[in-house]
């Protein structure tokens, strides 16, 4: 037997895409708390002191958490290389717009008390504020227009041509999937700074925590209720070939009404993952009230985790609708690698993703407890 057929092809495929939203999950609790809580500087911190401690609740741990959002680009381009060449060429400006503040991002983390000037700080401070906001909402409106569909199509020779525009992409659902994601990310970040900072900085991260909390759930629940019933899925109509020939163009697919909302109606349980997205951003606001520090920052983390399932949940095996054609649409089936590079790669994960996520964890542990005041005021033992 042949090594790589240990693990049957139409498996392989599954695993990937379940890995692929263990990596977009993994980015969007670890980095995801670095984007919200700077996004909450300038309303959380007034003083330079303050605003430091901020800075100094993620600065020991952004760079590492940057490593998910890597992964995740690097899993797309290995298993899913039609994606990867669909999402990077045809959403080149969006994706710009993405990587102008996160590069910008580092630079202000570096650059911002290099100098005493206030003005300088102010400056950076707004830098650092406007780059966990810009890709906290770009974020979700990318993922509305993968709900929507993106209008692209294949030639024969399976080249890919896009036909979009940058604009063409802020739709009223996309924009509404963009407030989602920023309502959710500020929750997150005002989640972590409750858990690591003391005092009226962390009094003013419970009383936003709880607005965006409640607005992650009025928001969630709009988008949902727009989805079931105002929002065309797409479904496959030929015989579904799970170990089949990576080729999209072998199948037939077709828009339809409510199609995203099929495989909750054939699968009742999956209901309980749009369910987390629902019920713990309120789990979040009681537990900001109560200062019930872990409470908030675990059903943060749970209510991230159910709200970004929720979309691969509804359109398995979907992962790119193309408004072109149907047919062009790439699903998990027809659009992964070979049987041979999964199987790769999927060994290298086995071997690498534990000594991450070990690394993590001791990175996390020896860096617990709060951000000291005092000490950041007296120039001692912090990054930023």
Not at 50 to 67: C, K, L, M, T
Not at 208 to 228: E, H, K, P, Q, S
Not at 238 to 255: D, F, H, R, Y
Not at 322 to 345: A, E, K, Q
Request: aromatic share 12%.
């Amino acid at each position: 037997m042949i090594l790589h057929e240990l693990i049957a092809y139409d498996v392989l495929r599954v695993i990937w895409w379940l890995l692929l939203g263990v990596l977009l999950v993994g980015f969007a609790v670890t980095d995801g708390f670095d984007l919200g809580s700077m996004g909450l500087l300038r309303a959380t911190a007034r003083t330079d002191v303050e605003r430091r401690v901020v800075i100094n609740s993620v600065g020991p741990v952004w760079e590492g958490n940057q490593v998910w959002l890597i992964l995740g680009g690097g899993a797309i381009f290995a298993a899913w290389p039609q994606l990867y060449a669909v999402s990077f060429s045809g959403f080149y400006l969006a994706m710009f717009a993405v990587l102008v503040p996160l590069i910008l991002r580092p630079v202000a983390f570096k650059f911002r008390s290099k100098r005493e000037d206030a003005a300088w700080r102010n400056r950076w401070d707004w830098v650092l504020c406007i780059t966990g906001l810009a890709p906290a909402l770009l974020f979700g409106v990318a993922v509305g227009n993968v709900i929507l569909g993106v209008p692209f199509r294949l030639g024969e020779d399976m080249r890919i041509y896009y036909e979009g525009s940058f604009f063409g992409l802020l739709t009223p659902f996309a924009l509404l999937c963009g407030l989602v994601s920023l309502s959710m990310l500020l929750m997150h970040g005002a989640a972590w700074l409750v858990f690591k900072t003391e005092g009226e900085v962390s009094a003013r991260a419970a009383r936003y925590g709880c607005i965006a909390a409640v607005a992650t759930t009025l928001l969630f629940a709009v988008a949902g209720i727009w989805l079931a019933t105002g929002i065309n899925g797409y479904a496959i109509t030929s015989e579904i070939q799970p170990a089949g020939p990576s080729n999209p163009l072998n199948k037939t697919a077709v828009v339809a009404a409510g199609a995203w909302m099929a495989n909750f109606k054939a699968q009742p349980l999956l209901w309980l993952v749009p369910g987390l997205g629902l019920v713990m951003p309120l789990i979040v606001a009681l537990g900001l009230r109560g200062r019930r520090e872990w409470l908030a920052l675990l059903g943060s983390g749970l209510a991230v985790a159910g709200i970004i399932l929720t979309v691969g949940a509804a359109m398995f095996p979907m992962i790119l609708p193309s408004t072109i054609d149907p047919r062009f649409s790439l699903t998990v089936w027809d659009s992964s690698s070979s049987h041979v590079t999964l199987f790769i790669m999927l060994v290298c994960v086995l071997i690498f993703l534990p000594l991450i996520l070990a690394y993590t964890s001791w990175v996390y542990s020896v860096l617990r407890g709060k951000v000291d005041p005092v000490a950041i005021a007296t120039g001692q033992g912090h990054s930023y």
